[in-house]
T-cell receptor, first 116, second 111 residues
Framework: EAQVTQNPRYLITVTGKKLTVTCSQN?????MSWYRQDPGLGLRQIYYSMNVEVTDKGDVPEGYKVSRKEKRNFPLILESPSPNQTSLYFC???????????????FGPGTRLTVL | TQLLEQSPQFLSIQEGENLTVYCNSS?????LQWYRQEPGEGPVLLVT?????EVKKLKRLTFQFGDARKDSSLHITAAQTGDTGLYLCAGGENSGYALNFGKGTSLLVTP
C-alpha cells in the first residue's frame, strides 16, 4: 500500500531534550516536506526537500533541522525543543512532476507533539 | 511567501444547504489545490486547478479558478454530514519549491 508513515504518532517531552520524528514514504517520490498545524494559524511549511541531499527552508524553519540522506526518509529533528513547538506535525511527499502546487501531496497521519 | 486568505473561517450549515468558500491572494499562482482534512488525519487532495477561469466538478463539489489566477472558490451543493471537515487551499511558489496553505475553512454540516 502506497503510504507516508510517521513515528511516533504522539510524543510528550520536556524542554531541551533532543528528539527526532521519522517520516518514510514508499512511493519513490522526489519531494518531501514537513508542516506544523496550529489552531488559527493553519498548515505552515517547515522544511522541504526536492531530492536526496537537497533541502530548503519553508515559512517556519527556526528550531528545526532536517536531513535527506535517502530518498524514502525525511526525519525532522528538534535539537532543543521548546513549548512553542508544541503542535501537530505532518510529513508529506509528492512526485516532482509539475511542481508542489501541481502534484498531489500525500500526507502522513500526523505526530502530536507536546513540549512541557 | 505568497499568502492565501480563506473565508469564511468557520461555517455551520444544515444538510441540504448550499455553500461557497473562498481562497484569495494578491499573488498570481500557476495552480491552486483544494484539500480536505478530517479530524485526526492528514489532508487529502480534492482537486488541482491550473488554467485561469477553469471550472472543475467533483460530484456535488464545484471548483473555480479565477481568470487572473489569484483566487479560487469551492461550492458545495446540497451539503451532507459527510462533507464536514477542514477545507484548505494551497498554491506553489512561482519561483522555488515551497507550498503555501491557507488557514482553512472549518465546515460543520448538521442533520
Amino acid at each position: 500500500e502506497a503510504q507516508v508513515t510517521q513515528n511516533p504518532r504522539y510524543l510528550i517531552t520536556v524542554t531541551g531534550k533532543k528528539l527526532t520524528v521519522t517520516c518514510s514514504q514508499n512511493m519513490n517520490h522526489e519531494y518531501m516536506s514537513w508542516y506544523r498545524q496550529d489552531p488559527g494559524l493553519g498548515l505552515r511549511q517547515i522544511y522541504y526537500s526536492m531530492n536526496v541531499e537537497v533541502t530548503d527552508k519553508g515559512d517556519v524553519p527556526e528550531g528545526y533541522k532536517v536531513s535527506r540522506k535517502e530518498k524514502r526518509n525525511f526525519p525532522l529533528i528538534l535539537e532543543s525543543p521548546s513549548p512553542n513547538q508544541t503542535s501537530l506535525y505532518f510529513c508529506a511527499s509528492s512526485p516532482l512532476a509539475g511542481g508542489p502546487g501541481m502534484d498531489t501531496q500525500y500526507f502522513g497521519p500526523g505526530t502530536r507533539l507536546t513540549v512541557l | 511567501t505568497q499568502l492565501l486568505e480563506q473565508s469564511p473561517q468557520f461555517l455551520s450549515i444544515q444538510e441540504g444547504e448550499n455553500l461557497t468558500v473562498y481562497c484569495n491572494s494578491s499573488s498570481v499562482f500557476s495552480s491552486l489545490q483544494w484539500y480536505r482534512q478530517e479530524p485526526g488525519e492528514g489532508p487529502v487532495l480534492l482537486v488541482t486547478v491550473v488554467t485561469g477561469g477553469e471550472v472543475k466538478k467533483l460530484k456535488r463539489l464545484t471548483f473555480q479558478f479565477g481568470d487572473a489566477r489569484k483566487d479560487s472558490s469551492l461550492h458545495i451543493t446540497a451539503a451532507q454530514t459527510g462533507d464536514t471537515g477542514l477545507y484548505l487551499c494551497a498554491g506553489g511558489e512561482n519561483s522555488g519549491y515551497a507550498l503555501n496553505f491557507g488557514k482553512g475553512t472549518s465546515l460543520l454540516v448538521t442533520p
